[in-house]
């Protein structure tokens, strides 16, 4: 799970609703939004490694 800032609040309220169901998420920007590529990069990365997860990437590109 990640978020460019403009999906970055959504991606917490989310996070929140998982977390009260007691999925474990894995956050790459707990400490904060990094830019969509990186974001798309490092979660893509993630789940190619481990087929099980499931990825949620947050960002406003390709909204408009």
Do not use: R
């Amino acid at each position: 799970m990640g978020a460019d800032p403009s999906g970055y609040e959504l991606k917490n309220a989310v996070k929140s609703h998982l977390q009260a169901k007691n999925y474990t998420i894995k956050d790459i920007t707990e400490s904060g939004p990094i830019g969509y590529c990186d974001v798309g990069d490092k979660v893509g990365a993630i789940i190619s490694e481990h087929p099980k997860y499931i990825g949620f990437v947050f960002v406003a590109q390709g909204w408009e």
